[in-house]
Each structure stands twice: as C-alpha cells, then as structure tokens.
Nanobody
Framework: QVQLVESGGGLVQAGGSLKVSCAAS????????MGWFRQAPGKEREFVAA????????SYADSVKGRFTISRDNAKNTVYLQMNSLKPEDTAVYYC?????????????????WGQGTQVTVSS
C-alpha cells in the first residue's frame, strides 16, 4: 500500500500561480509513474498531467499545456504541479495518482494509488 498526500491548494485570482505537492510513502517511488487529475463537482475526474518514474517524460492535457508543469524529486518522494496563468475553469479538487509502472499514462484507470485531493479555487 502506497499513501499519497497532497498539499498546497488554496484560493488564487485568475492569472495567478499556485504550486501543489504530493508526498508519497514507499521505497519504490522512483519506479512509479505519477499523475495529476482534477475533478469539479458533478464532473468526471479528468487528466491533467503525468510524469514517468525517471522524470524525463511528461504529458499534459491540452487545456493546461503551456501553463502547468509537472515535476518530481525522487529523493524526497514528492511530485509537484506548478500552475501558472490560472483560469476559473481550473477550479477543482486536484488529485495525485501513482501507477505501479514507470511508464506514464493519461488513463485514470491505470493508476493504482490516489491521494485525498487538495482544493484549488480560481476566482475571476
């Protein structure tokens, strides 16, 4: 069992920036691809970004490409999501997810571990 704990969410004005973090337990963190998903009330949980176990490969949803950056520090068992130029439509609960394989994927059903989420609210 792997535990994921998100932090860093909050309220920010449109155009602002926010960085959320995900701290993971476990000794094999570097072997896990990691992803960020988000979910607004009444909507499906959607893919935001993913990163391979090594951190070399990344993938982004079209809606956030150029604005968000995913990164990881395997020595700290932590993955980050830097969010810039935030828009009201970015408002959601952001979830950290882990996969028991090092290869990244945008498909939520292929992730095995999930954090409890952190709320990000972008005001207009």
């Amino acid at each position: 069992q792997v535990q994921l704990v998100e932090s860093g969410g909050g309220l920010v004005q449109a155009g602002g920036s926010l960085k959320v973090s995900c701290a993971a337990s476990g000794r094999t963190f570097s072997n896990y691809a990691m992803g960020w998903f988000r979910q607004a009330p009444g909507k499906e949980r959607e893919f935001v970004a993913a990163i391979s176990g090594s951190g070399i490969s990344t993938s982004y949803a079209d809606s956030v490409k150029g604005r968000f950056t995913i990164s990881r520090d395997n020595a700290k068992n932590t993955v980050y999501l830097q969010m810039n130029s935030l828009k009201p439509e970015d408002t959601a609960v952001y979830y950290c997810a882990g996969r028991r394989l090092p290869f990244l994927t945008a498909m939520r059903n292929e992730y095995h571990y999930w954090g409890q989420g952190t709320q990000v609210t972008v005001s207009s």
